[in-house]
């Protein structure tokens, strides 16, 4: 059992000009099997507490402690806090010209397991995963995300998902830019993902349509930089009804009366 324990955590985002907080005192603790979706209006922080996460460096945190297992990965360079478990799959994957996906791939799975997979299993885990995932094994020798749609990355970072199996893994918009045939594939791989591992998973969307696919275990609204309310699934439903209007512009967390 493992458990993601964020604390009182506030971000400031560097800019030109000078810092402008963007999150306010996040408190959430998610452990593992757990399902967590985050909610909320557009710039209301949520891929803020992502990226702070995993550690980009725009993002400075100010106050406040991220813990896996009691460690607490803000005293971790990026790649280590990967190597702990962590996987973030970003809302817009970058491309890495020259780097083919097997070699990208095999390289994030030796960083991670701590040793280079046997390649006969690995040529065949890759190919299980691939295909699952609806992805053309030519892909395999393409360089990372160059030239792909949006489908087609959003399909290669659950590919990264499915074979290095995290602790945790923050799924940043995974929904964004796809069409109904794409969502559902990359749903169907993230729940194979949450069947056959005790992983926790953050599930960061503005919409609630992924989870009529991924059944999330919590819910929580995210406005103002900070989360203003939990709940169940029941919550996503609801919000799908209302929208956001009730959390906008709340000052301090405070809901709508």
Do not use: C
């Amino acid at each position: 059992m493992s458990t993601l324990e964020i604390k009182d955590l506030h971000v400031s985002v560097v800019t030109d000009e000078e810092p402008k907080e963007i999150l306010k005192g996040v408190d959430l603790t998610i452990k593992s099997g757990e399902t967590h979706a985050i909610m909320g209006p557009n710039g209301s922080g949520k891929s803020t507490l992502s990226y702070a996460i995993a550690g980009h460096p725009k993002y400075e945190v100010t106050s406040g402690s991220v813990l896996l297992d009691g460690e607490d990965v803000l005293d971790m360079s990026v790649d280590e806090r990967a190597r702990a478990g962590l996987f973030l799959a970003m809302q817009y994957p970058v491309e890495v010209p020259g780097v083919s996906m097997s070699n990208f791939l095999r390289t994030a799975a030796t960083a991670v397991r701590g040793e280079a997979p046997q390649l006969r299993h690995w040529v065949k885990e890759v190919k299980q995963a691939m295909a699952e995932l609806d992805i053309d094994p030519t892909f395999a020798e393409r360089s990372v995300n160059e030239g792909f749609s949006g489908g087609e990355k959003k399909r290669h970072e659950i590919l990264q998902l499915a074979l290095l199996q995290p602790k945790f893994a923050i799924l940043d918009e995974t929904d964004s830019g796809l069409d109904v045939d794409a969502l559902r594939v990359v749903s169907e791989g993230v729940n194979r993902f949450r069947a056959n591992s005790e992983s926790g998973v953050m599930l960061i969307t503005h919409y609630t349509r992924i989870l009529k696919y991924i059944t999330p275990d919590f819910v929580h609204v995210f406005a103002g930089g900070r989360i203003v309310e939990s709940g169940g699934s029941e919550l996503a439903d609801r919000l799908e009804e209302e929208g956001y209007v009730r959390y906008v512009g709340k000052r301090e967390g405070a809901l709508a009366q």
